[in-house]
């Protein structure tokens, strides 16, 4: 049995400790907001935080998860009050959506590391993230949208 | 597939009857044939397929196009509630369940595709809304004892201002349901429009941004199994000896399968299943597919293309005049099978019963994948039932003319008897084929001695997309598949003398349309050439592009907003050009601009890309703007690193660190321009593809003086020597 | 960059024989001087002290050792700049990884989003070790580019090499596990054209015989 601690709950999963942690919070868990893309950490839908910082769960064996803090897309907020989420709805960012957890899970740190992120920065920080509808110049927007709320306080 | 065209148009009416689709005329509004899942309670008002309103004032409109990011869950519910008055922020979406009342208003079966969305709906489910607010009107009118006349509807209210009376919309359900339904419907003017023309934030994007959203991966039922299958390594290989011991051995695995796609290894989850189908130790009888390889294709097209093929369009005597010319240019160009790669790799989850089917799954085609299942399963269609998740990508892959991801899943449920969701990995998908056709095409021209081009020819090569599927007979015409030489046989230039002509070699390679279809390569190849043909005549090519297309004003429109935003001409920092491109497509005209930089080992920066794009009358605008960004990307990705090669049959690419996508880092400055219009509203999902290889390459020919003939973009044809 | 190293490729292979014949003479020598100094000496034991200066040796050690540090699975984490390669062509490492503030990454980048503590199975997945990283921007050790002497000095200046004594590089090499890694690279990599014991012995024989560095034209 692995213990997990995933958006402040604890879970108790009985599987192979090689099992990447995606499938574990998908299937065992029951979250589907993390999405599969590729499974070899080249498209970055499957980002989620352990500890803070971004991992791509796809190619996490769910051991190195154990007794560590997970967050999820869906522990990011409950209410789509975090700046992320009001400047993605604020600047239309998703089409199909699919790949908008894992870019939200990416733009997190990258905010919390740098309350204002320049283009480059923006870059070194997204490009993990594959946007097959071709999103990115509304993710770049929404980032620096999002910075600057959080320079206002607009929003938690 | 441009539904204008109405000699296609009929074909698909055909298509659709065929397939046992009913017709509808676009102004008829359907009702439900009363066995699906929006029969619900009776305190409903649903006057038509299209809309449910609840007494609790919710408003439920039903979407009969698969959301896979075009933004339809959106601009559909716009069309409605723009007609009926509906209190935007009540509205909630639902996908139809498949009925011939939500078959395409053109096309007679239930899909989504062609860029033909908001076209096809533009006049009946503005029709739903005014006739379920003229029964509201009619019941408030009725409850008040007054004239229908002088009520009106706003914000989710009927209003009667002489007496300062309202009711609502929910309650005035039950009394709606009773109401006739109005003959004949008055839409209003375009001037009184509160919705249609405004940017609207979408509905979709709460759900995308905080895990909710539900995508065909993402659905669960009690009792459910996974599948993954082991896939022949060449295409029509088949299994003939499986050694699964292995694979059974992986603990989670429950069942070992064979089915005509393949090997499923059915499993408790996803990870046990590709454990297992890794372990599988199969024979492949690989058949005579196994000596394809993309060397050998290149060589037979090339030598194809030197021959007369079946005639798609003959103007004048262009191997007369062309002979006869000042000037000749010719010229090869090719362009690679490439893989729709939606970020969702195909699934399908079933669950198969003795008298019904139930499937869950992103799909672009219900009516297809419906009879399909339905043959596989023993059942009649009605006995299936589809429930349209949202799509995580589609680009013409989810609307497969075999139903390939749906047809094997049942046939897995089947034989397991559980539920069963069988999941591609991104390997499967890459390799999986049902690609964009591998093209190669030969250009002549000739220009008078002021340069005028006077004749132009242009031998097409690539298989055909609906050759040998249902949509053959009624499609296919004097052996010319219209979505081969889509957007090379309506050549827009006043060229007198043209000949356009095709061969369509067969190829053991399953295609399909990928966004943009046949003008995914012949915008490249068409803007290519004729940006030869400006530089052979020592023109500007945008100046040549305008005085060729003066007859032309929706093409000139375009082209001259794109270049003047794009301030053509004017001069621009370190080593960026300019290159500029048209093209026509499903019923839209786009133009771009793009800056582009080549360094010196050959890479190719695209800075910024400048478009314009005449779409008629537009109903979201943010949306336009966003399917133009995305086509620009998605065209930018096939321009630069897009290839699907082939060696002893097997497909040589199979993840993403080998059939790259475009990423944030070269993501270019992107301007989205609307001409404004009042024409019918055409396609905004493809159109933006097609111009921007051709922008690009001719932007590189104006830095390097190199020209691109072949794509994807090689640096190593760049670099300086 | 790709050609460079196809020519220093050639080079150092002649040089390689070179080095093996003057190794082999230094250990006559050395017989003959009664020290100490041995080609076979154990890998992964550090130099000890008793090291005596016979910079001829020192010298045909290293650029023996040298190609090693030049091979992809060594210099790719070793850039001139500050991305990360990839693959024997050493191409820009996909996801447009940087370096960062300490050689760990940045942002929603850093190395452990993706690189384990092992290698994953399966052609082309993350390789993986523990302490995954690159060297932090104030202590770059650049191997991509570098000739034996560049690198030779670069690697004993205290003030490029993090502080190390000649003692603490001589144990890095010999057993690190992120320098080790380079031998156990995963499914489908190269290893570089020494086997680790060969060339941690070679960077023995360097530090034993007083880590003089390349002084030759070319080698410089």
Known sequence: MIALNVNRRQYSVDVDPATPLLWVIRENIGLAGTKYGCGMAQCGACTVHIDGEAVRSCVTPVSRAAGKIVTTIEGLSADLSHPLQQAWIAEDVPQCGYCQSGQIMSAAVLLRENSKPTDSDIDDAMSGNICRCGTYPRIRRAIRRAAQLMASGGAK | MNIATGMRRRDFFKAGAALGGGLLISFYLPELSGTSETDRAKETFAPNAFIRIGTDDSVTIIVNKAEMGQGVYTSMPMLIAEELEADWSRIRVESAPVDPAYNHAVFGIQMTGGSTSVNSEWERLRKAGAMARMMLIAAAAQTWNVNAQSCRAESGYVIHAASNRRLSFGALADSAVKMEPPKEVVLKDPKDYKLIGKPTHRLDTPSKINGTAQFGLDVRIPGMLTAVLARPPVFGAKAVRINDEKAKSVPGVAAVVSVRAGVAVVASGFWPAKLGRDALDIVWEEGPNATLSTASLREQYANLAKTPGAVARKDGDPTQTLASAAKQVTAEYEVPYLAHAMMEPLNCLVDLRSDRCEIWTGTQFQTVDRAAAAAVAGLKPEQVQIHTTLLGGGFGRRANPVSDFVVEAVEVAKAVGAPVKVIWTREDDIRGGWYRPMWYDRLAAGLDAAGNPVAWTHTIVGQSILAGTMFESVMVKNGIDGSSVEGAAELPYAIPNVLVDLHSPKVGVPVQWWRSVGHSHTGFVVESFLDELAHTAGKDPYEFRRALLAHQPRYLGVLELAASKAKWGAPLPGGRARGIAVHFSFDSYVAQVAEASVADDGTVRVHRVVCAVDCGRVVNPDTVVAQMEGGIIFGLTAALKGEITLERGRVQQRNFHDYPMLRMNEAPDIEVYIVPSTEHPTGVGEPGVPAVAPAVANAIFAATGKRVRRLPVRASDLRKA | ?220
Not at chain 3, 74 to 79: A, D, L
Not at chain 3, 135 to 141: S, V
Not at chain 3, 176 to 204: C, I, S
């Open chain 3, 1 to 220: 960059m790709h050609i460079r190293w196809n020519w220093k490729r050639k080079t150092i292979a002649a040089l390689l024989l070179g080095a093996a014949s003057l190794w082999a003479g230094t250990g006559r020598l050395s017989t003959r001087g009664g020290s100490r100094v041995r080609a076979d000496y154990p890998a992964g034991r550090p130099a000890t002290v008793r090291t005596v200066s016979d910079d001829a040796a020192a010298r045909a050690a290293f650029l023996a050792a040298a190609p090693v540090f030049t091979h992809p699975r060594c210099q790719n984490c070793h850039p001139a700049g500050d991305a990360p390669l990839q693959g024997d062509d050493s191409h820009p490492h996909a996801q447009s990884v940087k370096r960062g503030p300490d050689g760990r990454g940045k942002y929603g980048m850093k190395c452990s989003a993706c690189h384990q503590l092992t290698n994953l199975p399966g052609a082309n997945m993350p390789p993986g070790a523990p302490n995954w990283h690159l060297p932090p921007p104030n202590m770059r050790m650049v191997f991509v580019g570098r000739t034996p002497g560049e690198l030779c000095r670069q690697l004993k200046d205290p003030s490029q090499n993090g502080g190390k004594t000649i003692h603490q590089i001589i144990e890095h090499v010999a057993s690190d596990k992120l320098v080790l890694w380079g031998w156990n690279p995963g499914e489908g990599r190269t290893t570089p054209p020494l086997g680790h014991t060969e060339f941690a012995g070679l960077m023995n024989q360097w530090a034993s015989n007083g880590a003089a560095c390349p002084e030759t034209a070319e080698n410089r």
